[in-house]
């Protein structure tokens, strides 16, 4: 069993920037992709972006293509979102998520593990 736990969302205005952080801990030894995962209210949770357990591999959603960069360190433990040039549209919780497998993938349903979110609020 692994838990999650995802920090670093706050109020940011238009064009700023924010780093979001989610901490593994439990079963942390297997060989985990990771996912970051997005939901406004009245909208279904969407993705964002994926890395596999290497870190060689991302994948990203086109609505966030060039504004943000996923990350990982697993000698911490840790996944990152790097996010910038933020836009009201980006106005969400986020989830940091986990699947059990080392293969990265863009559907909620394929993730085994999730986090409680963390919101991102950007100001017109």
């Known amino acids: 069993q692994v838990q999650l736990e995802e920090s670093g969302g706050g109020l940011v205005q238009a064009g700023g920037s924010l780093r979001l952080s989610c901490a593994a801990s439990g079963r942390t030894g297997g060989r985990y992709a990771m996912g970051w995962f997005r939901q406004a209210p009245g909208k279904e949770r969407e993705f964002v972006a994926t890395?596999?357990?290497?870190?060689?591999?991302?994948y990203y959603a086109d609505s966030v293509k060039g504004r943000f960069t996923i990350s990982r360190n697993n000698a911490r433990n840790t996944v990152h979102l790097q996010m910038s040039s933020l836009k009201p549209e980006d106005t969400a919780k986020y989830y940091c998520?986990?699947?059990?497998?080392?293969?990265?993938?863009?559907?909620?349903?394929?993730?085994?593990?999730w986090g409680q979110g963390t919101q991102v609020t950007v100001s017109s």
């Open positions: 998520a986990a699947r059990d497998s080392v293969v990265p993938n863009t559907r909620a349903e394929e993730y085994d593990y």
């Open positions: 890395i596999s357990w290497s870190g060689k591999t991302t």
